[in-house]
């Protein structure tokens, strides 16, 4: 491409002919009472304009009628009243009433109202165009006509031998220039800045409203974005809640079955066991309904927070406690804890700890539930030592079993897919399904965060 080539191409996106966007009044009944009220102050004017020209007798000799003059400016500031409406045709239509009136009644145009009503007119096709290719065919052609119109003035005019003689005579040279060169120079520039400046604040005026358009979207976009954000932390909060339902209900009920089979069993003939077996019982119903109340309240709050009166949830240091609680229910059950320092268990957050807490809790339900064992083991480590696959450390829970999967128990498969989601929020491993020497191991590991290291 050619610098000229690159200088139009430049100066057509300038222009804006490559944009999509489209200025549209908001308001078009509004708009066109606004419009037309300002068409309606510059009528005025130019009327009084008329007037006191032909008071200054500096009107001259008109042809027609001696209305027509104020005929002209009735006809070259109505179109105003539709400026905004339809900027490219107004724009064009003045530009020809400019062009015509100024080679048939010339004081009309060179008055100062209606000089202001042109370059209102050429200021509002520039920044109200819809079309801005048209738009710039339209500008290009009346820059052209208008200079090409000068020029044929200059040409052959006689109103450069009025300006330039002095009763008859040539005004002499008194600057660096001719007086035939300054007063050309001099037009040029005038009807120059007058045009440019019409195109240059037009356009000016054109980018601060897109402007001002592309930040209302950027904002639209960001409230939607804000709102579905919103939307979707609630989603994932009310799954969230959904997990914690399940394990809290799944682990209370297979504890409370396994009681009242066993308080069942030895009612008749040991009950001392059938009432420790119906405690359990009651302490796990209660123990459920407490911690499903506190739950269904944090649905139920509209401002996101917990609702009054919920229980702190669990965390990492309070399996040791679960552990025990399974073993009351009929199986055996042992605990170990390894740290690598005081207080390693209860340094896990509170989110993670939670998570593996859930975890150990399912597995143990799933052992009662659905397996032949007799005993699990848990084990809790917490290591805060880096390595490669985690830079902070880990937390980890380990069920172990030594039973087989029992038949006409399967569950539905929630349960553990708790656990994978729950590992997949704190991206950690697993390790879950039957071992080679018998039993059943569910072995999930979490990455510590820096501050936790």
């Not at 000016?204 to 209302?216: D, N, S, V």
């Not at 804000?226 to 399940?246: F, G, S, T, Y």
């Amino acid at each position: 491409m050619t610098r000229w080539g690159e200088a139009g191409g430049r100066l057509l996106s300038w222009f804006g002919v490559d944009s999509d966007w489209e200025r549209v009044p908001g308001d078009r009944a509004r708009t066109f009472r606004t419009d037309a009220i300002v068409a309606a102050v510059l009528m005025v004017f130019g009327l009084l304009g008329i007037e006191l020209l032909r008071s200054l007798d500096q009107l001259g000799t008109t042809p027609g009628p001696p209305w027509l003059p104020h005929a002209l400016v009735v006809a070259g500031t109505v179109p105003l009243a539709w400026r905004r409406r339809y900027p490219v045709t107004v724009m064009a239509g003045l530009s020809l009433h400019f062009l015509v009136v100024g080679l048939t009644v010339p004081a009309v145009v060179v008055s100062v109202p209606m000089q202001v009503v042109y370059f209102f007119a050429i200021f509002t096709g520039v920044a109200w165009a819809r079309d801005r290719r048209v738009m710039v065919l339209v500008v290009g052609a009346v820059v052209v006509v208008m200079f090409a119109w000068l020029t044929w003035q200059f040409a052959v005019g006689a109103g450069l031998e009025s300006v330039l003689t002095d009763n008859g005579k040539p005004l002499p040279r008194q600057g660096l220039f001719t007086p035939l060169t300054a007063y050309v120079v001099y037009t040029l520039l005038v009807n120059a800045f007058y045009f440019g400046g019409a195109i240059v604040w037009g356009q000016a005026t054109w980018w601060a409203a897109h402007q001002r358009h592309r930040l209302t979207e950027q904002a639209e976009t960001i409230t939607t974005q804000a709102d579905e954000l919103q939307r979707r932390a609630v989603v994932d909060e009310r799954l969230r809640i959904a997990r914690e339902l399940h394990d809290v209900v799944a682990h209370h009920v297979s504890v409370i079955g396994i009681q009242a089979a066993a308080a069942r069993t030895v009612l008749r003939r040991d009950v001392d066991t059938a009432e420790t077996s119906l405690r359990s019982i009651e302490q796990s119903s209660r123990d459920a309904v407490t911690q499903m109340r506190g739950l269904l309240g944090t649905l139920r709050s509209t401002d996101g927070e917990d609702a009054g009166g919920r229980r702190s949830e669990p965390t990492l240091a309070d399996v040791p406690a679960l552990v025990e609680e399974a073993a009351t229910a009929g199986l055996r059950t042992r605990c170990e804890v390894v740290e690598d320092g005081p207080g390693a268990v209860r340094a896990v957050p509170a989110s993670m700890g939670l998570s593996l807490y859930r975890t150990v809790q399912e597995a143990l339900s799933n052992v009662r539930r659905h397996s032949t064992a007799g005993s699990a083991t848990v084990f809790v480590r917490v290591d805060r030592r880096g390595e490669p696959e985690f830079a902070h450390g880990y937390a980890e829970v380990e069920v172990i079993d030594d039973g087989r999967p029992r038949a006409g128990t399967s569950g539905s498969g929630l349960g553990l897919l708790g656990v994978r989601e729950r590992l997949a929020t704190h991206g950690g491993m697993s390790e879950i399904g039957p071992r080679v020497t018998g039993g059943y191991r569910v072995r999930v590991r979490m990455p510590l965060p820096e501050s936790a290291s």
